[in-house]
């Protein structure tokens, strides 16, 4: 069955520094969507893509966001100057169809800034 | 904040029914009900969806009220690698991101 993955599992970082999460949605599928969960909290809408667009973007995705699908297969997201309040797990997810389409999740990334 | 309101938790036993309930009283007409489950922090897994018929999958049992203000997973035989964190989202009207909450946290006793 294909399934959405992440990369890397763990991500440790210095605050200040870049970090590149990357996914590799299911093969067919056209939208895009990043969530995170800070430890013990709700998981929260970032972004949804399609078409090399943006299509929404939560107030949580400010200027040091970014997202990119650099090539046909990957999905990545971009944090230019972490800070130590961006330490969560990280998810991607997919859909075949924006809309009433499900949205099928990667595992996750961990990401620790010290 | 989310459209759906569930129980914080609840617990069953191995090899019962598990019954999860959501009160989603806002629902828009076309607004599909979608049930995700949450393990340890893993990704959310999707379950079941529907819109205004009862729908059953390998994994779960939806039951929609005829109002639509309602709706309830069933777990037909819950065993305890069903203990997670059940999440029943609306899909937001005008956009197609998910508003998680707290969802139901299911502890399933041995």
């Known amino acids: 069955e294909p399934e959405v993955t992440q990369t890397p599992s763990h991500q440790v970082t210095q605050m200040g520094q870049e970090v590149i999460l990357r996914c590799v949605p299911i093969s067919n599928h056209l939208y895009f969507y990043w969530y995170r969960q800070i430890l013990g909290q709700k998981v929260e809408f970032l972004v949804s893509f399609y078409n090399n667009e943006i299509s929404e973007k939560s107030e949580i995705f400010d200027d040091q966001f970014s997202v990119e699908r650099p090539d046909g297969s990957n999905f990545t997201l971009k944090i230019r100057s972490t800070k130590l309040e961006d330490s969560a797990m990280y998810f991607c997810?997919?859909?075949?169809?924006?809309?009433?389409?499900?949205?099928?999740f990667g595992p996750g990334t961990r990401l620790l800034v010290l | 904040d989310a459209k759906t309101t569930q129980p914080p938790s609840m617990d069953c036993a191995e090899g019962r029914a598990a019954n999860l309930p959501c009160n989603h009283s806002?629902?828009?007409?076309?607004?599909?009900v979608y049930w995700y489950r949450q393990i340890h922090s893993q990704g959310p897994q999707y379950i079941i969806h529907?819109?205004?018929n009862n729908e059953t999958n390998e994994m779960a049992s939806l039951i929609i009220t005829e109002d639509r203000k309602s709706s309830t997973l069933i777990l037909p035989h819950a065993t305890l690698r069903d203990t997670a964190v059940y999440y029943c989202?609306?899909?937001?009207?005008?956009?197609?991101?998910?508003?998680f909450g707290t969802g139901t946290r299911l502890k399933v006793l041995a």
């Open positions: 806002t629902i828009s007409g076309n607004e599909y």
């Open positions: 997810a997919s859909s075949e169809l924006e809309g009433r389409e499900t949205q099928y």
């Open positions: 529907g819109l205004k």
């Open positions: 989202i609306v899909s937001f009207k005008g956009t197609y991101k998910y508003i």
